[in-house]
């Protein structure tokens, strides 16, 4: 939960910022926050006035670098690195980083958790994603529909295996119960056997005497 509140606040910090800067000073705004260890995600920045209003001007490459960021790859900066300015190395690290979450790789720092090795899983409790690209979220909640049926289905095949297994227990349960009594009547015929024929054998032994 920590890890969230964190990003959520710097990306609460660089949209303030954003907000207070205009043109050319926006260039500064984006290199830090693409340059920021904690920062995975910059489509609430893209979303602000003073970034989109540098579309079709000067410095509409400011906000190139943030839609690569956002959206793109290390090679799609290679291929377009002409027409962007040179990032500094903090930037490569990180746009780097990001290209691994594109090709859905794990790396340190990216997503994090517990392992548990007696158990054999890993407890994801951080895993940080990228921003959809336009578009992109009719897909995802088409997938995400998908997924919700597929566990519902499953949840309905598990519910169905519990009730089975508590048949099943009950059966068992009954079928012992059953044995017991039966075991419980024969020992008891047993004894009434055991008695009455001592009662015999007592009666001859007293008639003979």
């Known amino acids: 939960m920590e890890i969230e509140e964190k990003q959520a606040e710097v990306i609460d910090h660089f949209v303030k910022q954003a ?19 904690s ?6 920045i893209l979303a602000v006035p003073t970034v989109a209003e540098l579309e079709g001007t000067d410095n509409s490459v400011h906000l190139e670098v943030l839609r690569l960021f ?15 300015p040179q990032l500094v190395p903090d930037q490569v690290l990180k746009l780097k980083q990001l290209t691994v979450l594109t090709l859905a790789e794990t790396k340190k720092g990216l997503v994090r958790g517990k392992l548990d090795q007696l158990r054999r899983y890993f407890e994801v409790q951080f895993a940080a994603g990228r921003d959809l690209r336009p578009g992109q979220l009719g897909s995802m909640i088409q997938t995400l529909s998908n997924w919700l049926a597929t566990s519902d289905n499953l949840l309905v095949t598990i519910q169905d295996k519990i009730k089975w ?23 008891k015929a047993v004894s009434v056997k055991e008695g009455w024929s001592w009662e015999r054998e007592f009666f001859n032994s007293s008639k003979n005497a």
Not at 31 to 36: G, K, L, N, R, W
Not at 170 to 187: A, I
């Open 165 to 187: 297994a508590d048949t099943m227990s009950e059966l068992d349960k009954k079928h012992r119960k059953e044995l017991e009594d039966r075991v419980l009547e024969v020992k």
């Open 70 to 84: 956002a959206h793109g790859t290390w090679s799609d900066y290679k291929r377009n690195s002409c027409k962007l």
């Open 19 to 37: 907000s207070a800067q205009k043109g050319s000073a926006l260039g500064s705004v984006v290199v830090e926050a693409t340059s920021h260890p």
């Open 39 to 44: 920062l995975f995600a910059f489509s609430e």
